[in-house]
């Protein structure tokens, strides 16, 4: 028995070797990112809030952006001053000093941000719909899949949004990267390289990456947030530029 066991361990170096299947349940283990995680204290660069952006508009973009913020210029006014949340990929940027909570499972992912209670979903394989069944959205629909030790996720069906720091169109992609790495101290970092693509807004894709800390004792706080509470003031402020200008 001892023979046969070593020359079918030399079966298997060879085959893996020479490129051949490995049964599933030889194959890698992905990590598992579950827990609470909080902002990642990055030397020379804020917990909470953003650096200024110097983002690729096309022509066409940069009105639709300027056209937004002239409008709410005035007011100072904000999504998330009327606690509607900010849909991705500033869903993702923003957390801040907010913390996530990450459950996992084989068929998904479900994110929780404390900031506005916004909810992700990342599906796998059987639990991926078809695009022509998918309900555009801000958060958008997120699909993902393991490649070794990263976890790859894909978000499309997005709404048209210019609220947010990073406007887009209703055409655009958003690809993340996550995988785990360990800081000088031993503390364990979730590490997102992001890109958002949408060529009806930017000349050519919009990266960065955000960084998470493990809080092993870390817990999520009630955060409500009602999103046609901010539509209604949107409208009136439309409304009100409207009849202003009829006076002129």
Known sequence: MMTMSRFACSLLIAAVAGGAIVPAAMAAVPPDFSGVWTFYPEPGKRAFGHEKLDLPFTPA?????????????????????????SGMPEAMTFSGPYPMEI????????????AHTEVRRLYFKDKVIAPGDRVPGRGGY???RWDGT???VATDTLKDQQDTLYPHSDQARITEVYHLETDAKGAKVLVNDWE????????????GTKKWLFEPKGFLLPYECDEEG???????LKNKT???KAYK
């Open 103 to 114: 459950i996992q499972r084989p068929e998904q992912i479900t994110v929780i941000y404390e």
């Open 150 to 152: 990263s976890l790859i």
């Open 142 to 144: 997120s699909t993902a």
């Open 242 to 244: 409207t009849s202003s």
């Open 196 to 207: 958002l693509t949408d060529p009806a807004t930017y000349t050519k894709p919009v990266k």
């Open 230 to 236: 901010w539509l209604d003031h949107l409208e009136d």
């Open 61 to 85: 973009g940069k009105l639709r952006s300027d056209e937004y913020q002239a409008l709410v210029a005035p007011t100072s006014d904000n999504p998330g001053a009327h606690c509607l949340g």
